[in-house]
């Protein structure tokens, strides 16, 4: 019987690295906001764009309507990516160093050419709403960090194919 593409350990490992990554990803895009002089979660409000409109990064405040959907959108949004780059990593259970961070940034330059150049305005990060593109730039780094430090902490080490 053939192996899946996606196997459940691909999956646990994918929820793992994308909250990290979501997390660190978040961080960033606080610190961009401020530095933009704005409210820290503009540009998570700004995620929720799909549904709340073109004005969503505007929202200066914490609330459910924009942070909340904003949140569990980017947070969706890290895991699947996680599964590209757990896939790419599936053969080492803890990945060397240099071989984490090569895929991880691997993983997030394709996340962010996907994002905002084969993706339709809609379902863009939002990002573009309030940010630079270099504070862009700088959230995808930190997506990548979260991604390679969570493969470096695992604490399963035995090889797994899938």
């Known amino acids: 019987m053939s192996q899946p593409i996606i196997g459940s350990r691909i999956v646990s490992r994918a929820i793992r690295s994308g909250t990290v990554a979501c997390v660190t990803s978040v961080v960033a895009l606080a610190i ?11 540009p998570l409000n700004a995620t929720s764009h799909w549904l709340n409109g073109q004005d969503a990064g ?8 924009h942070t909340g959907t904003g949140l569990l959108t980017h947070h969706a949004a890290t895991i699947f990516w996680a599964l590209l780059f757990e896939w790419l990593n ?10 984490a961070v090569r895929l991880a940034v691997a993983t997030s330059v394709i996340a962010a050419g996907t994002d905002y150049l084969a993706t339709p305005w809609r379902f863009t ?38």
């Open 58 to 65: 505007d929202v200066a405040r914490v609330d459910l309507r």
């Open 32 to 42: 961009a906001a401020r530095r933009q002089g704005l409210h820290p979660v503009q």
């Open 125 to 162: 990060p939002g990002w573009e709403l309030v940010l630079p593109k270099r504070s862009m730039a700088a959230v995808y780094g930190a997506m990548a960090a979260g991604l390679a430090v969570a493969a470096r902490t695992r604490a399963d080490t035995r090889l797994d194919p899938g």
């Open 90 to 99: 599936r053969g080492a259970a803890r990945p060397g160093r240099g071989e």
